[in-house]
Nanobody, 116 residues
Framework: QVHLVESGGGLVQPGGSLRLSCAAS????????WNWYRQTLGESRELVAT???????KYADSVKGRFTASRDRDKNTMYLQMNNLKPEDTALYYC??????????WGQGTQVIVSS
């Protein structure tokens, strides 16, 4: 199994920055896709960023140039650096790991609020 725990959310003013972390444990050698999603109340989850060994990192158009996703293999942690935040970035952010051997894993989510 793969276990994920997000942290780093909070309240930030428009134009500010936050860095989200996703600590991973378990059978990480089986994971071939790492994702960040976000969800607002009443909406479906939106894919924000994807990291794969084969294709590198891809981003949703809405966050390109502002968000950067990365992984630290030594620390078994994935990050989402979010700069120039906008009110429309307000959401519950989830990390996700897609494994070859286990069901897709999700963290519990971390809330980001962008407001003045």
């Amino acid at each position: 199994q793969v276990h994920l725990v997000e942290s780093g959310g909070g309240l930030v003013q428009p134009g500010g920055s936050l860095r989200l972390s996703c600590a991973a444990s378990g059978s990480l050698d089986s994971v071939y896709v790492w994702n960040w999603y976000r969800q607002t109340l009443g909406e479906s989850r939106e894919l924000v960023a994807t990291i794969t060994a084969a294709s590198g990192t891809k981003y949703a158009d809405s966050v390109k140039g502002r968000f950067t996703a990365s992984r630290d293999r030594d620390k078994n942690t994935m990050y989402l650096q979010m700069n120039n935040l906008k009110p429309e970035d307000t959401a519950l952010y989830y990390c996700n790991a897609v494994s070859t051997r286990f069901p897709s894993a999700w963290g519990q989510g971390t809330q980001v609020i962008v407001s003045s």
